[in-house]
């Protein structure tokens, strides 16, 4: 049974991977972006917004179909992580944010020019994904259960499954932990409208001060095949989180290929391409 998260926050996180900016064709988007240190990410876009006037308005999460655009304009897949958080608002401000439970996740993006990065983001119903299947966590702090966890991606064409996606530990994102949290809050509550990015912390204001959200903590590196193929009718794209305790590498692409999505210590996302 698929969730209902209209009343969450739907944010994401730009360039907390490293090179993925560079794969998606997005570093000129976020040149004039300066940030603290080399690796820190370059900032945070809605994907939804809980009763927005605009387009933010329009739900778009489904753990089973990805709906592209009437539009001609090629789509890729973005597999990452979906953090389910609590926020604790003060003054006006976030204070804190504490992640529950995180889960496969497709962040599938318009590769068009856009002014604002979330204007490739949400095209109407369907348009993004986050898995049914969602992993409590134990702690965001180093060594918690989450640190234990890979996320790979593919892509079933025609009957043939190729990897979409590189294999990697969670723990290679950029920023994680409690530095992912820190850095999270103070982007929300200090950035301003500048380049591809938007006053997120205006447009939570407009809606009343949502206190939960899904925040997609950045998109991970694709491999070859992944970089240069985009989404058609008739595909099926599959992302998925294991427990690298239980399983490797070959074992996970063999249930991906025997479509076996559910089971212990895995977090799966499979979405048909309409």
Known sequence: MEKDYKNFLGLGIAGNFALHLKQAGELEDFKDI??????????????YIPNNSTF???????????????AVVNVQAEPEVGLICKIVYED?????????????Y??????KNAPKISLKKNWGASSKGISSKLIEIESFKEG???????????LRRDGNVFRYGEDVALTGYSYFHETLLDWIKNQINTQKDFGPLQDVLALIKEASYPPEMIISIGATRYTEYGEHTFLQSGDEV?????DNNLYCKNPIMS?????????EGMSVLAQKVL
């Open 106 to 111: 497709n962040d599938t993006s318009l590769r």
């Open 238 to 242: 599959i992302v998925a989180l294991y």
């Open 144 to 154: 918690s259960n989450i640190d234990n966890y890979r996320i790979c991606s593919f």
């Open 56 to 70: 933010l308005g329009t739900y778009p999460l489904s753990n089973d179909t990805i709906a592209l655009p009437d």
């Open 255 to 263: 249930k991906v290929v025997a479509g076996e999505y559910e089971a």
């Open 34 to 47: 300066i940030t603290a240190d080399e690796a820190a990410p370059k900032g945070i876009f809605p994907f």
């Open 92 to 104: 006006g401000k976030i204070a804190s944010i504490i992640p529950t439970h995180f889960a496969a």
